[in-house]
C-alpha cells in the first residue's frame, strides 16, 4: 500500500471534516448562528474521527499535557449547543488553539510553500506575524529537545580534558 493512500473511511473523513470547517466558517459569518455551528462542530468532530479512527483520537485528545484545551473545546461545544454560540465560540477556539497549537509552525511552513497562499505570507505585517510564530514554537522545540546543550557550552562535546 502507498504511504499517500487512504481507506474509503478516511476520504470520508476527510470530506466531513471538510464540510465541518465549512459549516463553522458559514456560522461565524451569519453572525454567529448557533445552528450552524453546533453542526459544523459536530461535523468536524466525526470527520477527524473518521481520519484518524477511534483509539488516536481519543490519545490525541486526552493526553495529560492537553486536557485543558480538550475540556475547553467539548465546553464550547456544549454552549454552543445550548444556545450560547458567541461565547460557546471563542471558548471552542481558545479550547482548539491549546489542543492544536503545536501544529501551526507546519501549517505556516505548507501555507508558504503553496502557490497561491504563498504571496499573501510575502505582505508586510503578515510575514512578521508568520515568522514570529514560527519561531516561538521552534524555540520551545529546541528548548525541550536539549534542554542541557546551554550548560555545555552548546556544543554537546563532552566534559573537560
Do not use: C
Not at 80 to 97: D, L, Q, S
Not at 118 to 128: A, M
Not at 151 to 157: D, I, L, P, W
Amino acid at each position: 500500500m502507498d504511504a499517500f493512500s487512504s481507506s474509503d473511511i478516511q476520504k470520508i473523513g476527510i470530506g466531513l471534516t471538510a464540510m465541518g470547517v465549512l459549516f463553522t466558517m458559514l456560522g461565524v459569518l451569519l453572525f454567529f448562528d448557533g445552528g450552524l455551528l453546533a453542526v459544523g462542530n459536530l461535523l468536524f468532530l466525526s470527520g477527524v474521527g473518521l481520519i484518524l479512527g477511534l483509539a488516536r483520537m481519543q490519545s490525541l485528545f486526552f493526553q495529560s499535557n492537553k486536557l485543558r484545551g480538550t475540556v475547553l473545546f467539548f465546553s464550547g461545544l456544549l454552549l454552543v449547543i445550548f444556545r450560547w454560540p458567541k461565547v460557546g465560540f471563542f471558548v471552542e477556539a481558545f479550547g482548539f488553539v491549546n489542543l492544536f497549537g503545536n501544529f501551526l509552525p507546519h501549517v505556516i511552513i505548507v501555507a508558504k510553500h503553496t502557490p497561491v497562499v504563498s504571496k499573501i505570507f510575502d505582505l508586510p505585517g503578515v510575514k512578521q506575524a508568520a515568522d514570529y510564530l514560527q519561531g516561538a514554537n521552534q524555540n520551545k522545540a529546541n528548548q525541550a529537545v536539549d534542554p542541557a546543550s546551554s550548560e555545555r557550552g552548546g556544543k554537546g562535546g563532552g566534559g573537560a580534558v
